[in-house]
């Protein structure tokens, strides 16, 4: 009912930038928070960056400085711009939501997109 469609990954070199976007869509009364998380290989999903609806961001320490998390002024969507990348951020990076799909502030649930693959060469 609701989706999650990240965009924007790819290739790319260490040191350079690149931006993920993620748009959600569907029968969505209110979304609380939006966020990116990573998953590399072998390896447990991590928080990367969350946003809540006051704007009140959140970033893991090893990207702090470097990524910048932020909505769109519709709300449905969150962009992550990461700059300065290294090789051991390669991961699938997952856009997630926390959303309300009625008008029940007290019936949130967590939606996740597709992923999109963040090859980080040297």
């Known amino acids: 009912q609701v989706q999650l469609v990240e965009s924007g990954g790819g290739l790319v070199q260490a040191g350079g930038s690149l931006t993920l976007s993620c748009a959600a869509s569907?029968?969505?009364?209110?979304?609380?928070?939006m966020g990116w998380y990573r998953q590399a290989p072998g390896k447990q999903r991590e928080l990367v960056a969350a946003i809540t609806g006051g704007s009140s961001k959140n970033y893991a320490d090893s990207v702090k400085g470097r990524f910048t998390i932020s909505r769109g002024n519709a709300g449905n969507t969150v962009y992550l711009q990461m700059n300065s990348l290294k090789t051991e951020g390669t991961a699938v990076y997952y856009c997630?939501?926390?959303?309300?799909?009625?008008?029940?502030?007290?019936?949130?649930?967590?939606?996740w997109g597709q992923g999109t693959q963040v090859p980080v060469s040297s």
């Open positions: 997630s939501a926390r959303v309300v799909t009625t008008n029940s502030l007290n019936r949130s649930s967590d939606c």
């Open positions: 569907g029968i969505i009364f209110s979304i609380n928070a």
